[in-house]
C-alpha cells in the first residue's frame, strides 16, 4: 500500500512539473499582431480623395479621438484643406463609431468596424482597413440638414508614409 502510495505521490508530481514548463500550444503562438490591443488600429486612414486622411488615435483607456482633413467644398472655400475633429468616437472591440464637429456647415457620422485588410504585416499599407457607412450631414443657411449615407472603406497608410495634400483648383 505504501508502495502505491509512494508511486501515485511521485506521478502525480512528475505531471505538475511538465505541466509548469510546457511551452505554449500552438494556438497560444499564432494569435495575430493586430489582436494583442486595441491601440493598434492607431494610425492614418484614407478618406474620399485623394489627398484627404482620417486621424484615428485609440488612446489607453479605449476613447477614440481623432480627426478628419478634407478638402472643402463650399463656394467661397473650395480646395481649402480643413481639419474636422471628432465630436465623439467609441471602440468596443472592433466596431467603431465616430461624429465629427461641424466645419462649414458639414459634419460626419461614421458606424461600422476595424477589420484586417489586405497588408501583411503590421505598418504595411491596409494593415487595417475601416468599413462601414459614412452619413455627410450638410446644413445650409436656414439650418436645413441634408443627409447622404455611402459605403466606405478606408485603408491605413503604411507606417513609413503620411499624405501629401493635393493641390486642387
Known amino acids: 500500500m505504501r508502495k502505491l502510495a509512494l508511486i501515485l505521490t511521485i506521478a502525480l508530481a512528475a505531471l505538475a512539473a511538465s505541466q509548469q514548463s510546457a511551452p505554449p500550444t500552438s494556438s497560444a503562438q499564432t494569435v495575430p499582431d493586430y489582436k494583442k490591443g486595441p491601440r493598434a488600429y492607431s494610425g492614418m486612414y ?12 485609440v488612446e489607453e483607456d479605449i476613447s477614440i479621438t481623432g480627426f478628419i482633413s478634407r478638402f472643402a467644398e463650399g463656394p467661397s472655400d473650395k480646395g481649402a484643406f480643413l481639419d474636422q475633429f471628432f465630436k465623439t468616437g467609441k471602440l468596443e472591440g472592433n466596431k467603431l463609431t465616430f461624429t465629427t464637429e461641424v466645419v462649414h456647415g458639414v459634419s460626419f457620422d461614421f458606424k461600422g468596424t476595424i477589420e484586417r485588410g489586405e497588408g501583411k504585416n503590421p ?47
Open 46 to 57: 484614407t478618406f474620399l480623395k485623394d489627398g484627404e486622411f482620417v486621424q484615428l488615435t
Open 123 to 169: 505598418g504595411d499599407e491596409a494593415y487595417f482597413v475601416l468599413k462601414g457607412t459614412l452619413t455627410e450631414n450638410t446644413s445650409d443657411v436656414n439650418k436645413k440638414v441634408t443627409s447622404n449615407s455611402r459605403e466606405v472603406a478606408f485603408k491605413m497608410f503604411p507606417e513609413d508614409a503620411s499624405p501629401t495634400p493635393v493641390m486642387r483648383k
